[in-house]
């Protein structure tokens, strides 16, 4: 059984920053493609970042040079960092593993998910 559990969503002004962890258990992790996802409300599930097993990292556009993924192998963890938020980056944001070691922006090819933390970004 895997399992994603995801953590440190909370409320944040425009402008501030938060540090999301994902814990991960049942599977060894090592062929493993990890991202994160968000999904704001009325669109539709998008990705933000993710990481390679070796630490090959790919962001979303809209998020470069602000947000930081990371991956702590010892911990089986991956985090987000995300600073200088703003409003419109108010979501549910997922962790997902893909079964395979490589890139993708795809949610269909991401087959274990976490049941998501709400990030809310006031103005």
């Known amino acids: 059984q895997v399992q994603l559990v995801e953590s440190g969503g909370g409320l944040v002004q425009a402008g501030g920053s938060l540090r999301l962890s994902c814990a991960t258990s049942?599977?060894?992790?090592?062929?493993?493609?990890m991202g994160w996802f968000r999904q704001a409300p009325g669109k539709e599930r998008e990705f933000v970042a993710g990481?390679?097993?070796?630490?090959?990292?790919r962001y979303a556009d809209s998020v470069k040079g602000r947000f930081t993924i990371s991956r702590d192998k010892a911990k089986n963890t991956v985090y987000l960092q995300m600073n200088s938020l703003n409003p419109d980056e108010t979501a549910v944001y997922y962790c997902?593993?893909?079964?395979?070691?490589?890139?993708?922006?795809?949610?269909?090819?991401?087959?274990?998910w976490g049941q998501g933390t709400q990030v809310t970004v006031s103005s």
């Open positions: 049942g599977r060894t992790f090592s062929m493993f493609y």
């Open positions: 997902a593993a893909r079964a395979a070691p490589d890139y993708s922006d795809s949610r269909n090819l991401y087959a274990y």
């Open positions: 990481i390679t097993w070796s630490g090959a990292i």
